[in-house]
């Protein structure tokens, strides 16, 4: 019962935080320009400031770890790889692409962050899950969105280019950069700034989880049963049980288990769905996965919360 409790406590805030964004937006306090403009400022703002201000007040040379790196990058490749080799059992090529990348993008730097900081106060390791497997998201998402686009478009030029830019100029990955140049030069963070970064850093979690809850659907979720139902499982179950007792094995234990049990295991980001959409698919196998993933994994990583406390690894 205690280790139940210990897992509740870690994920029932997290998900309440989303059920009142998705309220608000029920009664019409919140809007769906509203959240959109909401999870952008998060993105922007308040969540690169946060992931900053966690690596510039620590010591980074004591905090780097690049066995956990190198573990999140090659899994996260796996990931796709699978992904990929699964979406070939798909009779519509169209859809191949947002299938794949719909498996194995998760929200990581959010909800990453979220349980992290529910259960040890701070960010603590998630910005070097963070370094091993966004860029790799992202790179992968526009590679396997144009190979399987309805429209058979080429990845030119222009498109890398593009992708290369958004990865240099990704407000998230500024902040990270940043907090470890900070940390490295060991720079001093004055008390005025330390409390202004800290104010600021302090609204990502809790805007970002409503904007999330406030743009869920329930009309959309079941878009493509097949197809989204097994991309589901996929996101929230089936490389979690491939990859998860590989880590535990490797000897993560605590908050390196929590971030990669979040980078394999949590909800589909809801970029997925832009990102589709702006690259010529339809979108809606993305956002019928984009919903049942948050939903489920309500109950999901719950679930594994309990398993590794039960075992001592958390």
């Not at 280019?161 to 990270?176: A, E, M, S, V």
Request: charged share 15%; glycine share 8%.
């Amino acid at each position: 019962m205690e280790n139940l409790i210990f897992s509740l406590n870690a994920t029932i805030p997290v998900f309440l935080l989303m059920v009142l964004g998705l309220a608000l937006r029920k009664i019409g306090w919140i809007d769906e320009g509203f959240a959109s403009k909401m999870n952008q400022f998060v993105f922007r703002v308040p969540l690169p400031v946060l992931l900053f201000q966690d690596l510039a007040t620590v010591d980074f040379y004591e905090m780097w770890d690049g066995k956990f790196v190198l573990f999140c990058f090659v899994v996260t490749f796996l990931e796709i790889f699978l992904a990929g080799l699964l979406s070939l059992l798909l009779k519509d090529r169209s859809t191949r692409g947002e299938f794949i990348q719909a498996s194995y993008r998760s929200s990581a730097a959010l909800l990453g962050i979220a349980f992290i900081q529910n259960i040890y106060g701070s960010a603590g390791i998630a910005p070097l899950m963070i370094i091993g497997s966004v860029p790799l998201y992202n790179i992968m998402a526009v590679v396997v969105l144009s190979f399987f686009s309805p429209e058979r478009k080429n990845l030119d030029g222009a498109t890398v280019k593009k992708t290369l830019k958004g990865i240099i100029t990704n407000p998230i990955i500024i902040g990270i950069l940043v907090g470890m140049a900070w940390s490295l030069l060991r720079l001093p963070l004055p008390q005025i700034a330390q409390k202004t970064v800290s104010s600021i850093g302090a609204t990502a979690t809790p805007l970002g989880l409503m904007a999330m809850g406030a743009s869920f659907d329930f009309k959309k979720a079941l878009g493509q049963k097949g197809p989204a139902v097994a991309a589901s499982f996929l996101k929230l179950a089936g490389f979690g049980a491939l990859f998860l007792p590989l880590a535990a094995a490797m000897g993560f234990r605590q908050e390196k288990l929590v971030a990669i049990l979040i980078m394999l295991g949590s909800a589909t980001t809801v970029s997925c769905y832009v990102m589709a959409k702006n690259m010529d698919h339809e979108g809606t196998l993305t956002s019928s996965v984009v919903m049942l993933t948050t939903l489920g994994s309500a109950f999901t990583v719950t679930a594994w919360l309990y398993i590794f406390r039960t075992l001592g690894m958390i």
